[in-house]
T-cell receptor, first 116, second 110 residues
Framework: GAVVSQHPSWVICKSGTSVKIECRSL??????MFWYRQFPKQSLMLMAT?????????EQGVEKDKFLINHASLTLSTLTVTSAHPEDSSFYIC????????????FGSGTQLSVL | AQRVTQPEKLLSVFKGAPVELKCNYS??????LFWYVQYSRQRLQLLLR??SRESIKGFTADLNKGETSFHLKKPFAQEEDSAMYYC????????????FGQGTTLQVKP
């Protein structure tokens, strides 16, 4: 089946630095990808919709200057957490669909970000 | 407001017992409801969706619009069913844009 690769699996960084997370669709093209955030023992919260070739659409309350999303190709979306702070520590998950319909929505394995 | 509620954080049953994972939703339009499952150390994957009205791994879920519920059921639980289960909702217009419930951990004891 289709695979979504997310890298890195975990990252530890110092406060004030920026961290980039990659989400790749390995065997299909995805015009749309989604970024979620999950706090410990809580649900997944949609952060933004990444659109290939255009600006991302952010959910209410998500700072677009803080969480930069780039979807430069049909197989790659990146999420950059800029000037990270300890409160940004979380589990970040991406998802993608080969045909833009959720019945074929595939999830990455997630990235655990820890900001010291 | 759009919301999905899973009232149980943990559901523990013995092997062979019936299972019902509860899910209630709040949505003003016509929702699509899903159940996703995450087995230990694996990524989230789709279990079933209400439109297809299918049974996957013995699980079924019926959308009850009157009660705004989409409970997940299985008549006889197996140990391999132990996992985290998420109920999720989307609109027909925003495919892929999912609103998740808090998740329920199902623990099936031998």
């Amino acid at each position: 089946g289709a695979v979504v690769s997310q890298h890195p699996s975990w990252v530890i960084c110092k406060s004030g630095t920026s961290v980039k997370i990659e989400c790749r669709s390995l065997d299909f093209q995805a015009t749309t990808m989604f970024w979620y955030r999950q706090f410990p023992k809580q649900s997944l919260m949609l952060m933004a919709t990444s659109n290939e070739g255009s600006k991302a659409t952010y959910e209410q309350g998500v700072e677009k200057d803080k969480f930069l999303i780039n979807h430069a190709s049909l197989t790659l979306s990146t999420l950059t957490v800029t000037s990270a702070h300890p409160e940004d520590s979380s589990f970040y998950i991406c998802s993608a669909s080969p045909e833009g319909v959720h019945e074929k929505l595939f999830f990455g394995s997630g990235t655990q970000l820890s900001v010291l | 407001a759009q919301r999905v509620t899973q009232p149980e954080k943990l559901l523990s049953v013995f092997k062979g017992a019936p299972v019902e994972l509860k899910c209630n939703y709040s949505y003003s339009g016509s929702p699509e409801l899903f159940w996703y499952v995450q087995y230990s150390r694996q990524r989230l994957q789709l279990l079933l969706r209400h439109i297809s009205r299918e049974s996957i791994k013995g699980f079924t879920a019926d959308l009850n619009k009157g009660e705004t519920s989409f409970h997940l059921k299985k008549p006889f639980a197996q140990e391999e069913d132990s996992a985290m289960y998420y109920c999720a909702l989307s609109s027909y217009r925003n495919t892929g844009k999912l609103i998740f419930g808090q998740g329920t951990t199902l623990q099936v004891k031998p």
